[in-house]
């Protein structure tokens, strides 16, 4: 191919791959679920290289997949079978460009991981609230192309409210340069958020100028163990009775995904003597004796069994920890059949009722295993395979068992993707879940950014 060889030239020696072996990581979705193939692998050091880059693919036509950290669950990043799409790394940009503190910003490359921006934040006694288990490996030009939530959106908002300015490669190779970090600007459309969440389909995020906080003063957080989701549901609202907006995350986890996550990492521990079939894990931002007297009050009253409130940081680094390995560890639990829904936070409790009924009539010995962000009425609703079934078996209902998730999603008001995009594996529903005049208008700034359909193809619409 000759377009092969010109990005090649582009992109200079260390800035490409096309050897099988190397390739493979790359091929392959996070849990195995999408595998595809590619000529090549590009992974341009600049803006400028990743603009030469999508021109050349541009005029021949060729389709190009943007690629951060690979953690996306939905088949995103991943090229399809054809052998002929590009993919298009973001991993050697990954520079701080420039931080100002008394702007409370900063302007990052988008290949640089979530937790380097934490860090560098956190260095300057500030705060950037984007939060999730993979914030090791995914970066924040995937975080944006998601418009990824996480633990801290109760407080602080996805990560599009993260954004005050954006700089993006059409597929034209044109530059958009939008890092203006203004908090106030009302000249035209907000460009920037067209791209937030368009997981690729519209352009390639290169840079982002993030907002900053405070670094939080009173950080105090505590394990709850509760009788029902409902009843975490209660206690959310009387700690923002209470306290304000002072709860910054609020997580369920069930004991199925607390037994799950101590499964297969002797160092987690389920902080409580006696089992409970619920689980809160909750971080305040106010100070420990006001919380205490607040949960002892609720002891009482709300359903709540008991409440352990983190002595230090190094045990609220512990619990955070059993919260952020449930996904890996439910890999070893076989199949997942995963679904990512959100519901109006009032109603979080019957719905979870509701679909465990359910999913048991079609699949009796399947695992549910609910966990998540509570605190935002989504909820990681995951079925696992039965121990006794074998994966072809247990995946034969597959299609029943999302479809009645689904369907039940939309009978409470609620979304089936809260989290995650659409990717490959959604677009059916996002064809049965959205308005004709919804997708229309998506479809129409699709064909008028891409008409050629060069990036990333086959995604989302
Ligand atoms: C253990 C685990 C826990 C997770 N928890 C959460 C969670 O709590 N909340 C949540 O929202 N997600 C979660 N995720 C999903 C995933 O981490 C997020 O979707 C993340 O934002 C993806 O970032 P990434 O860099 O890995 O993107 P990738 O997987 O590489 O890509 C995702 C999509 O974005 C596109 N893309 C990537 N970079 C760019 C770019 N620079 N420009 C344009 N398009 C781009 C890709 O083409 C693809 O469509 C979790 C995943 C794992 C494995």
């Not at 995103?76 to 520079?95: C, H, K, V």
């Not at 006694?125 to 288990?133: E, K, N, T, Y």
Request: proline fraction near 3%; include cysteine; charged fraction near 20%.
């Amino acid at each position: 191919m000759i377009v092969v060889d010109r990005l090649k030239a582009i992109v200079g020696a260390g800035g490409w791959i096309d050897d099988a072996q190397s390739l493979e990581p790359y091929l392959t979705e996070w849990r195995g679920r999408y595998r595809g193939r590619s000529p090549l692998l590009i992974a341009p050091s600049s803006t400028a290289e990743v603009s030469a880059s999508i021109k050349v693919c541009a005029e021949h036509g060729v389709g190009i997949v943007p690629q951060g950290g690979n953690t996306g669950l939905c088949g995103g990043a991943i090229p399809d079978e054809s052998n002929e799409q590009i993919l298009l790394s973001l991993n050697r940009m990954n520079n701080i460009r420039h931080t100002d503190v008394d702007d409370f910003s900063m302007v990052v490359d988008a290949g640089c991981t979530l937790q380097k921006i934490q860090r560098v934040a956190a260095d300057l006694d500030l705060f950037f609230p984007l939060s999730l288990a993979a914030e090791g490996s995914c970066q924040i030009g995937g975080n944006l192309s998601t418009n990824a939530g996480g633990i801290n959106v109760l407080r602080y908002g996805t990560a599009r409210a993260q954004v005050l300015g954006l700089e993006v490669v059409l597929a034209d190779g044109r530059i958009i340069d939008g890092l203006r970090s203004l908090r106030k600007d009302t000249a035209g459309y907000d460009l920037k958020q067209i791209f937030i969440g368009a997981e690729g389909t519209l352009g390639v995020i290169t840079a982002a100028c993030l907002k900053l906080y405070p670094r939080p003063k009173h950080c105090n957080t505590i394990f709850v163990a509760i009788d029902s989701a409902a009843a975490a549901v209660r206690l959310l609202g009387r700690m923002r009775a209470l306290l304000g907006e002072s709860p910054q995350a609020f997580e369920l986890i069930s004991s199925r995904a607390m037994r799950i996550a101590e499964r297969y990492d002797s160092t987690l521990r389920n902080p409580f003597d006696t089992a409970s079939d619920w689980y809160v894990l909750t971080t305040v931002n106010f100070e420990t004796s006001a919380l205490e007297n607040l949960l002892m009050s609720e002891i009482e009253t709300n359903g709540i069994i008991e409440a352990i409130v983190a002595k230090n940081e190094a045990e609220a680094e512990k619990m955070w920890r059993l919260r952020h390995s449930i996904s890996a560890a439910q890999k070893n639990e076989g199949a997942s059949i995963k679904h990512d829904v959100a519901v109006p936070v009032s109603r979080v409790g019957e719905f979870i009722v509701s679909v465990e009924f359910g999913i048991a009539e079609i699949s009796p010995r399947a695992r549910v295993v609910a966990f998540g962000h509570v605190g935002d009425g989504n909820i990681h609703l995951n079925v696992s395979q039965p121990k006794t079934q074998s994966i072809d078996l247990f995946l034969e209902d597959q299609s029943a068992i999302t479809d009645f998730v689904y369907r039940t999603v939309d009978r409470f008001s609620g979304t089936f993707s809260a989290e995650h995009g659409i990717g490959i594996a959604r677009k059916e529903h996002l064809q049965e879940f959205r308005s004709e005049t919804e997708l229309s208008v998506m479809r129409a700034i699709k064909s008028s950014l891409d008409p050629q359909g060069i990036m990333n193809p086959g995604k989302v619409l």
